[in-house]
């Protein structure tokens, strides 16, 4: 059994018009924009620095640079999906996510986050927690200026975690 942890933070901008943002691998309609190479999904993000680092394989950054013209924009569950293929026969058995934010409010959409990182990581969405808490308006979190997460992970062998 191998643990990990992850941590991410994006920059929040406010949008020109309402939109969505893509946290979890689940569309927010907000009129925040996040600012990133890619979608800007801070929660995938961290999930990935936590199961590469449980699997001793470096960061997101090393495998998904932002210098690299191929990853602007690209969808973070598809990023996702070559953490995973890179760190097999090691699965997720557990992850715990803690998202620091003001705002989007993460309560209406707690439920849908857990299903699509479950489906995405392989494993039953009892499995995925995720939490949301505010720095009550301290910090770069509490004025909006931008989101954090944190991400520890329990990565095992793929056939005892779903044989």
């Given at each position: 059994m191998r643990v990990g942890s992850g941590f991410d933070v994006h920059r929040l901008e406010h949008a020109q018009q309402p939109g969505e943002m893509i946290l979890g691998g689940v569309p927010i309609a907000t009129d925040l924009v996040v600012v990133a190479h890619s979608d800007g999904d801070v929660?995938?993000?961290?999930?990935?620095?936590?199961?590469l680092g449980a699997a001793g394989k470096g960061d997101i950054g090393q495998?998904?640079?932002?210098?690299?013209p191929r990853?602007?924009?690209?969808?973070?569950?598809?990023?996702?999906?070559?953490?995973?293929?890179?760190?097999?026969?090691?699965?997720?058995?557990?992850?715990?996510i803690t998202i620091v934010a003001e705002a989007p409010k993460i309560g209406p959409?707690?439920?849908?986050?857990?299903t699509r990182i479950a489906e995405l990581i392989g494993t039953a969405a009892d499995r995925v927690n995720?939490?949301?808490?505010?720095?009550?308006?301290?910090?770069?979190?509490?004025?909006?200026e931008g989101l954090a997460v944190q991400v520890s992970v329990l990565l095992d062998d793929d056939?005892?975690?779903?044989?």
């Amino acid at each position: 059994m191998r643990v990990g942890s992850g941590f991410d933070v994006h920059r929040l901008e406010h949008a020109q018009q309402p939109g969505e943002m893509i946290l979890g691998g689940v569309p927010i309609a907000t009129d925040l924009v996040v600012v990133a190479h890619s979608d800007g999904d801070v929660v995938l993000h961290a999930l990935m620095d936590a199961i590469l680092g449980a699997a001793g394989k470096g960061d997101i950054g090393q495998h998904f640079p932002d210098s690299d013209p191929r990853y602007a924009g690209a969808d973070s569950g598809e990023l996702l999906m070559q953490v995973l293929a890179l760190v097999a026969p090691l699965a997720v058995v557990n992850a715990d996510i803690t998202i620091v934010a003001e705002a989007p409010k993460i309560g209406p959409h707690r439920d849908a986050m857990r299903t699509r990182i479950a489906e995405l990581i392989g494993t039953a969405a009892d499995r995925v927690n995720v939490k949301a808490t505010t720095t009550e308006g301290l910090g770069f979190t509490g004025r909006g200026e931008g989101l954090a997460v944190q991400v520890s992970v329990l990565l095992d062998d793929d056939s005892r975690v779903n044989g």
